[in-house]
């Protein structure tokens, strides 16, 4: 999820020039003269296009929940937490993490965290504000990470492992109190990461 440890992860080179074509993979990075002796363009793009198909989910998550296919729906969510944890491994594998593959993996987390809401939402399940610390969580980290580097803070980077959570006890126990407890800790969370990040990106800025 979008504040987990794996980012950090994916985030520690950059592409530099291009090879030239039909050559490996020259990542200074890597060790053993490369990994799995791929074309570093072929490289760079496998984890990403795992980490798409949680974009495809999204949409078939709604439509597939709210027709009350709800084993479909329950599978739909056991792919996508593979894909989540088959990117990184692999990114890592391939030894090609990138900031921009972490910011994928992150917003394809976000997009696919808000479909689900979203669908319960309609279904009644959840009162629509549910939404509002969802997305104010994801614009906090983008607006105190920036561009360049994703920033995680020790609580935040759990939020969306705790969010995907509730989405799958959500659709396998549908009762009422669990879903207020649920929602109660949520809040709970998403401010003590908000106060835990914003000390974070203070002592960033003064350090930097």
């Known amino acids: ?5 794996k980012y950090i992860l994916r985030s520690t080179w950059k592409i530099g020039r291009p090879p030239l074509s039909g050559t490996k993979n020259k990542n200074p990075n890597a060790k053993n003269g490369g990994t799995w002796g791929l074309n570093v363009s072929y490289q760079f793009h496998i984890p990403n296009v795992i980490t798409s198909v949680r974009f495809l989910a999204a949409p078939i998550f709604i439509y597939v929940f709210l027709n009350d296919l709800f084993l ?12 989540d944890v088959l990117d ?24 696919l965290i808000v479909a689900c809401f979203v669908a319960y939402v309609i279904h009644g399940w959840y009162n629509p504000l549910i939404l509002l ?19 995680y803070d020790p609580i935040g980077k759990h939020i969306g492992t705790y969010l995907m959570l509730m989405v799958f006890i959500s659709l396998l126990f549908p009762l009422p109190f669990l879903r207020e407890a649920l929602l109660v800790l949520l809040v709970v969370i998403c401010l003590a990461s908000m106060a835990a990040r914003f000390s974070v990106y203070v002592n960033k800025r003064e350090n930097a």
């Open 1 to 5: 999820m979008w504040f987990k440890n």
């Open 72 to 83: 479909i729906s329950a599978s739909i969510l056991v792919l996508t937490l593979i894909t």
């Open 88 to 111: 990184g491994h692999i990114a890592r594998k391939l030894d090609a993490t990138t900031d921009f593959g972490a910011y994928l993996d992150v917003t394809a987390d976000f997009i």
């Open 133 to 151: 610390p969802i997305v104010g969580m994801f614009l906090l980290f983008v607006a105190t990470s920036g561009l360049a580097k994703p920033i």
